[in-house]
């Protein structure tokens, strides 16, 4: 399967017609990806990519009057529920002015509840890009920016089992190599999880 999004908090005129509306540039923000799985006799064999990009302006909340203060103003949409209202603010997991690649392969063994899973992230993002103290306006000095990256690429070991109808456990470990504007280190993650499932049959 593949997707695709695109978002636009605003448009300039001048992108399309080629005289510009506002001061303001056409704020952007795309993803894309796929995924695959395929059966291999009784393993399962699944693949994932993700990648996607946000303008340097993206979920930013800087509109700043010097009488009011409005910090956090902008790009905060209000949706309105019966009980309250919810606030969305427009953003990515990555934050404004990010480039970034990601993905996983991954592999279950059969019935055995073995799992192995190879995970990948790659980041560029723009050191000048941020949501309170960029200004909400064109700028070459921060579209053109120094660029920060980071990185992580682990291997998740899973085990889970089912030791009976309505319990099971898992545990696993998930050695990581995690890099920063070039330097590196190694992480080490263990855990686990017990889930107890209860049912019952509620009589008026």
Known sequence: ML????????????????????????????IFGGNYEKMLSRDVLRLILEGG?????????????????NYLSR???????????????LTSPYGPGSR????????????TG???????ELVSHNSA????????????TVSEAERELWGRLGL?????????????????????YSLRNGGGWMELTLGGKLELLH???LEK
């Not at 978002?7 to 795309?30: E, H, L, M, Q, R």
């Not at 890009?129 to 070459?140: F, I, Q």
């Open 156 to 176: 998740h070991l899973q085990f889970a089992d089912d030791f009976n109808a309505a319990h099971m456990y898992s545990v696993y470990i998930e050695p990581a």
């Open 53 to 69: 990009v946000t303008h340097y302006l993206w979920g930013n909340f800087h509109e700043f009057d010097p009488d009011k203060g």
């Open 129 to 140: 890009a941020d949501l309170v103290r960029t200004s909400y306006e064109a700028s070459e």
């Open 114 to 120: 073995f799992l192995t899973r190879l995970n990948f």
């Open 3 to 30: 997707f695709g999004q695109a978002g636009y908090d605003d448009i300039n005129a001048a992108d399309i017609s080629g005289v510009g509306d506002t001061d303001i540039p056409t704020i952007y923000a795309y």
């Open 75 to 89: 790009a905060i949409y209000r949706y309105l529920r019966d009980e309250e209202t919810v606030l969305l603010p």
């Open 199 to 201: 049912r019952g049959i």
């Open 100 to 111: 970034w690649v990601k993905g996983s392969g991954e592999y279950a063994w059969g019935n």
